[in-house]
Every structure is written in structure tokens, then in C-alpha cells.
């Protein structure tokens, strides 16, 4: 995607390649470190470290379960995400958008939707017989959870569909970032985020720790690189929401609130 490449060529040639993200940080090879509101489009907003997604990851692969063979982590990501649903799901793993979209509209063209955690519509998700997830997983390859309704045409739409089989570390780092995501929706809250307010409202409007712009699109490139000067990394797709840097100071802003964007 060119705006995303367009971001990472703006970070190198200002301050260098990223050695290590941790948290909403990114460090880099001049030694700046960096607050990240792009937060790979939401796959890192629970932190870059990955919380115990890798480590399950680790010991995963350090037991050798990397081949083609059947093991217990496809269950497992339908018992996750049934959780994170509170209702039983049938899920196929998909490695784009487009398939996984095709998939639950095959099943569900009329009960389809993204799931978002913080969703301010207060969607009952169980209602919903077909939820696309994007799994809260720090991975630059994108993967889709469809979660569908039990039914003929569930099992209909996932056997005709290009789901995919991905290797056993992946998975259960993927079970993982589910169990953190649904311990996290219980723990972050709206306080965890208005405390950035009297900055960030200057430039977008917040919904939960989402941020949509308020600058004009055509001034988008020039804002996104106004930012990285201020040591802040966001969103590349002026349609793609900021995210909020749970957990980083209010003086992650000091520099953008001092510098004020012209354009």
C-alpha cells in the first residue's frame, strides 16, 4: 500500500530504521523514540510488545508444530472468538480483506459487519451472523477472522471460500491476542483516553481512542509529516482512524502542541 510506504520512507529518512517498538513506542536507529498513533491500522493496539501472544508464539514453535498438519489451535480460535462474541461461531481464517469480505457476505449478506473494539454503537455482537475480525496481533501481514453464525449456509460460504491454513505458532498467537483483546475491553475506558483531549481535539475528533481528522484531506501528507517532525506516527489513510497511545504521558504532545500546523 503506498501510503504505508510513504510513512515507513518518512521515519527512515528522518530519523533512521526502527530497532525495537515496544508499548505505542517505535526506537530508532538514531536513537528517537517515537509515539505511535498509526499502531499498524489497529493490529498493535494493544501494545507492540505483543503482550504473551508471542511468547505462546515461541513455545508453540519451539515444539516443532510448524508443518502442514492438523493440531488443536483451529478449535481453539473459534472457542476465542465465540468468547469475544458471546455466541457460538464457526471461523475460517482469511489473508485478505476482500476474501474474508466475500466469505461472510456469501453467508450473511444482510447480518455482516467489522468487529471494532470501543465501538461507541454499542453493537450487540451476538446479533450479528456474520463478524469480520482484524485479531489486536503487532504482525505486518494482515489476517481476517471470519466468525459466522452455525447454519448451512455457514458451512457452505467456508468450504467454498479461500480461507487458509496458517502455521501453529500464528495461531495460537492469534488465540492469544483474542483472550488479551477481551481482557482489555474490560480494563480501558474512557478515562484512559479524554486525558489526551486538550491537544489531540485541536486536530481530530475523538470517539473512544479513535482519532478522524479534522484537517482537509488535501492537506493530509502535509499534517502526517508535520507530525513525524513532532515525533508522532500516524495514521497514513486519511480514512483509517489515529488511535490514542494507551498508557504513553500527555507530553507525547509537548511538541505538537507548540508547533502548530498551518496548512
Known amino acids: 500500500m503506498k501510503e504505508v510506504d510513504f510513512l515507513a520512507s518518512e521515519i527512515t529518512r528522518r530519523y533512521g530504521t526502527v530497532q525495537r517498538a515496544r508499548g505505542c513506542f517505535l526506537y530508532t536507529r538514531t536513537g528517537v523514540r517515537l509515539t505511535d498513533l498509526y499502531q499498524e491500522g489497529g493490529r498493535a493496539i494493544l501494545g507492540w510488545g505483543g503482550g504473551s501472544a508471542f511468547t505462546v508464539f515461541k513455545n508453540v514453535?519451539?515444539?516443532?508444530?510448524?508443518g502442514s498438519f492438523d493440531t488443536d489451535y483451529d478449535s481453539r480460535i473459534a472457542k476465542a472468538v465465540s468468547e469475544l462474541l458471546a455466541s457460538d461461531r464457526k471461523v475460517g481464517v482469511y489473508p485478505d480483506k476482500q476474501a474474508a469480505v466475500h466469505a461472510a457476505v456469501a453467508a450473511f449478506p444482510q447480518s455482516t459487519s467489522f468487529w471494532k473494539p470501543w465501538n461507541q454503537q454499542q453493537i450487540e455482537w451476538q446479533t450479528v451472523d456474520a463478524?469480520?475480525?482484524e485479531p489486536p496481533l503487532?504482525?505486518?501481514?494482515?489476517?481476517?477472522?471470519?466468525?459466522?453464525?452455525?447454519?448451512?449456509?455457514?458451512d457452505a460460504a467456508l468450504d467454498g471460500s479461500e480461507k487458509f491454513r496458517i502455521p501453529a505458532p500464528?495461531?495460537?498467537?492469534?488465540?492469544?491476542?483474542?483472550y488479551?483483546?477481551?481482557?482489555?475491553?474490560?480494563?480501558?475506558?474512557?478515562?484512559?483516553?479524554?486525558?489526551?483531549?486538550?491537544?489531540?481535539?485541536?486536530?481530530?475528533?475523538r470517539t473512544g481512542p479513535y482519532l478522524v481528522p479534522k484537517i482537509p484531506e488535501r492537506n493530509y501528507t502535509a499534517?502526517?509529516?508535520?507530525?513525524?517532525?513532532?515525533?508522532?506516527?500516524?495514521?497514513?489513510?486519511?480514512?483509517?482512524?489515529?488511535?490514542?497511545?494507551?498508557?504513553a504521558d500527555r507530553g507525547v504532545f509537548g511538541k505538537l502542541k507548540n508547533s502548530v500546523f498551518g496548512g
Request: negative net charge; hydrophobic residues 50%; aromatic residues 12%.
Open 61 to 66: 514453535m519451539n515444539r516443532g508444530l510448524t
Open 170 to 178: 500464528l495461531a495460537a498467537a492469534v488465540v492469544r491476542s483474542v
Open 138 to 154: 503487532p504482525w505486518a501481514q494482515s489476517l481476517f477472522l471470519v466468525a459466522l453464525q452455525p447454519s448451512s449456509e455457514a
Open 180 to 205: 488479551d483483546m477481551i481482557a482489555a475491553l474490560q480494563n480501558r475506558k474512557e478515562s484512559d483516553w479524554f486525558i489526551y483531549d486538550t491537544v489531540v481535539t485541536k486536530y481530530w475528533i
Open 131 to 133: 463478524v469480520i475480525i
Open 223 to 247: 499534517f502526517l509529516q508535520h507530525c513525524l517532525d513532532c515525533g508522532l506516527v500516524i495514521s497514513p489513510l486519511y480514512e483509517r482512524p489515529s488511535i490514542v497511545p494507551f498508557g
